[in-house]
T-cell receptor, first 114, second 113 residues
Framework: DAGVTQSPTHLIKTRGQQVTLRCSPI?????VSWYQQVLGQGPQFIFQ???????GRGNFPDRFSARQFPNYSSELNVNALLLGDSALYLC?????????????FGSGTRLTVV | DQQVKQNSPSLSVQEGRISILNCDYT??????FLWYKKYPAEGPTFLIS?????DKNEDGRFTVFLNKSAKHLSLHIVPSQPGDSAVYFC????????????FGTGTRLTVIP
């Protein structure tokens, strides 16, 4: 039974570049959320998608964008990378929206911006 | 603006004893709370949750207590086991249909054999 899978696991990018992170939810899960975890902090909400529609957006600049595909997988895009974007990016899936349903997180993508 | 706070960055407990992890929140609109456990190189794993209509929820060795008037919740682990050593995050949402969770900064629990 595959869990939430994220790719790549590690990534090094240069300031100003663009990056795309990918996430495949648990089979049957229609909601995908993205979180950013900076070292020493808790995860911070970026986006949630449910049934291919954006259902929530956190306090992140427009350089961050995402989308969900018909198979419920998702991509997170970050443009014009800054050093401060270095973080662990976590994808979480759930059956539906809402914290009640409890997210299942992937292992994350570690992004380093140099 | 940290709405969920875990003021103890670390905690060490002897195996077999009780571990108590604490969490405070500032947003009175929060009405659903969750605890997640995170091992290195893994994503957070859901542990236990509690709705604001309850003051206690128990699942095996894990019990979460909620004190709404104090805006405080705690996670009790009894008895603590070495495998419990991990970072524990407290999280909160505005309601069960909310899109996002607000996480605390985490507490690293070390259970000493």
């Amino acid at each position: 039974d595959a869990g939430v899978t994220q790719s790549p696991t590690h990534l090094i990018k240069t300031r100003g570049q663009q990056v795309t992170l990918r996430c495949s939810p648990i089979s049957g899960h229609k909601s995908v959320s993205w979180y950013q975890q900076v070292l020493g902090q808790g995860p911070q909400f970026i986006f949630q998608y449910y049934e291919k529609e954006e259902r929530g957006r956190g306090n992140f600049p427009d350089r961050f964008s995402a989308r969900q595909f018909p198979n419920y997988s998702s991509e997170l895009n970050v443009n014009a990378l800054l050093l401060g974007d270095s973080a662990l990016y976590l994808c979480a899936s759930s059956l539906r929206t809402g914290g009640y349903y409890g997210y299942t997180f992937g292992s994350g993508t570690r992004l380093t911006v140099v | 603006d940290q709405q969920v706070k875990q003021n103890s960055p670390s905690l060490s407990v002897q195996e077999g004893r009780i571990s108590i992890l604490n969490c405070d929140y500032t947003n009175s609109m929060f009405d659903y709370f969750l605890w997640y456990k995170k091992y290195p190189a893994e994503g957070p794993t859901f542990l236990i949750s509690i709705s604001s209509i309850k003051d206690k929820n128990e699942d095996g060795r894990f019990t979460v207590f909620l004190n709404k008037s104090a805006k405080h919740l705690s996670l009790h682990i009894v008895p603590s086991q070495p495998g419990d050593s991990a970072v524990y995050f407290c999280a909160a949402s505005v309601d069960s249909g909310a899109n996002n969770l607000f996480f605390g900064t985490g507490t690293r629990l070390t259970v000493i054999p």
